[in-house]
């Protein structure tokens, strides 16, 4: 994983002006874990030596991702910050709820799973919140490689 996608381990600092502006001004205070893959997270979030860590548990771990609608064969929903567009994967479906809502759509599946799903897209995991994460094509496929 490289800098772009470290960039955003501090909430909103990634987000476009315009995004930002629509925002809090102050990101918002750090989730409270939920589960193992939260707290990993914010294990890395504060120490990069825990970054391979919550990588390795990101692609084991049940995480949610929003969908275009609830069908079965719904492709991932694309969201725009700017002129950027990108998938949105949480690190469960309550993180989930809070920012798109109880009746968005998801697919609850393996981080590695549903990074297969946006092979070859941006990624933002726990959008707008603290810790967030975005990923860059590149990125994404740097995150696969990983055992």
Same mark, same amino acid.
């Given at each position: 994983?490289? +800098?772009?996608? =470290?960039?955003?381990?501090?909430?909103? *600092?990634?987000?476009? %002006?315009? $995004?930002? !502006?629509?925002?809090?001004?102050?990101?918002?205070?750090?989730?409270?874990?939920?589960?193992?893959?939260?707290?990993?997270?914010?294990?890395?979030?504060?120490?990069?030596?825990?970054?391979?860590?919550?990588? +390795?548990?990101? =692609?084991?771990?049940?995480?949610?991702? *929003?969908?275009?609608? %609830?069908? $079965?064969? !719904?492709?991932?929903?694309?969201?725009?910050?700017?002129?950027?567009?990108?998938?949105?994967?949480?690190?469960?479906?309550?993180?989930?709820?809070?920012?798109?809502?109880?009746?968005?759509?998801?697919?609850?599946?393996?981080?590695?799973?549903?990074?297969?799903?946006?092979?070859?897209?941006?990624?933002?995991?726990?959008?707008?919140?603290?810790?967030?994460?975005?990923?860059?094509?590149?990125?994404?496929?740097?995150?696969?490689?990983?055992?």
């Amino acid at each position: 994983m490289n +800098r772009r996608a =470290l960039i955003a381990m501090l909430g909103f *600092a990634a987000l476009p %002006a315009s $995004a930002w !502006a629509q925002q809090q001004r102050a990101p918002p205070p750090p989730i409270t874990p939920e589960n193992e893959l939260e707290r990993v997270f914010l294990a890395a979030l504060a120490d990069a030596e825990a970054r391979p860590m919550f990588r +390795r548990t990101f =692609l084991a771990s049940q995480v949610s991702v *929003a969908m275009t609608n %609830a069908e $079965a064969d !719904a492709e991932p929903l694309e969201l725009t910050f700017g002129a950027l567009r990108t998938g949105a994967i949480f690190t469960s479906t309550s993180r989930q709820d809070a920012i798109l809502g109880p009746a968005s759509a998801r697919r609850v599946m393996s981080g590695r799973q549903a990074l297969q799903r946006l092979r070859g897209k941006n990624v933002v995991i726990n959008m707008m919140m603290t810790p967030m994460l975005t990923l860059e094509p590149e990125d994404v496929a740097a995150f696969l490689e990983q055992t």
